[in-house]
C-alpha cells in the first residue's frame, strides 16, 4: 500500500495551493481518503475526507468554503483544492486511507498513512 502526498509548498496568505494525494495497494473505490494535519507543537487534526463508497464528505469547520475535496478515481488519486489560504493552515499535510472508518476525519479510522507534505502560509 502507498499514499503518495505532493503539491506542498510556501503560498501567501490569501493564495491557493492544490495538494495531491495517489495511492495504491488497495480498492480506491471501497476507502475513505482523507486529508489531515499536523502543525507544530499540535495535535493531528482532520482537515477532510472523502468515503469512495457512499460518496460522503468532511469537512473541518475551519476550513468549510475555503478548501474543496476530490476525488479521480480513474486515477486513484484525491486532491485537496485550498483557497483563500491563512497562516493557521501551515502544517505538514497528510493523506490516509480506511476501508470504514466509524467517523469520517478521526484519525483512528484510518488505516493506511503516507509520508506529509508541508504548507507553510506566510502573512
Known amino acids: 500500500v502507498q499514499l503518495q502526498a505532493s503539491g506542498g509548498g510556501l503560498v501567501q496568505a490569501g493564495g491557493s495551493l492544490r495538494l495531491s494525494c495517489a495511492v495504491s495497494?488497495?480498492?480506491?473505490?471501497?476507502?475513505?481518503v482523507g486529508w489531515f494535519r499536523q502543525a507544530p507543537s499540535k495535535e493531528r487534526e482532520g482537515v477532510s475526507c472523502?468515503?469512495?463508497?457512499?460518496?460522503?464528505?468532511w469537512y473541518r469547520s475551519s476550513v468549510k468554503g475555503r478548501f474543496t475535496i476530490s476525488s479521480d478515481n480513474a486515477k486513484n488519486t484525491i486532491y485537496l483544492q485550498m483557497n483563500s489560504v491563512k497562516p493557521e493552515d501551515t502544517a505538514v499535510y497528510y493523506c490516509?486511507?480506511?476501508?470504514?472508518?466509524?467517523?469520517?476525519?478521526?484519525?483512528?479510522?484510518?488505516?493506511?498513512w503516507g509520508k506529509g507534505t508541508l504548507v507553510t502560509v506566510s502573512s
Open positions: 490516509a486511507a480506511g476501508s470504514s472508518p466509524p467517523i469520517l476525519g478521526l484519525s483512528y479510522g484510518m488505516e493506511y
Open positions: 495497494g488497495f480498492t480506491f473505490d471501497d476507502y475513505a
Open positions: 472523502i468515503d469512495n463508497s457512499n460518496g460522503n464528505i
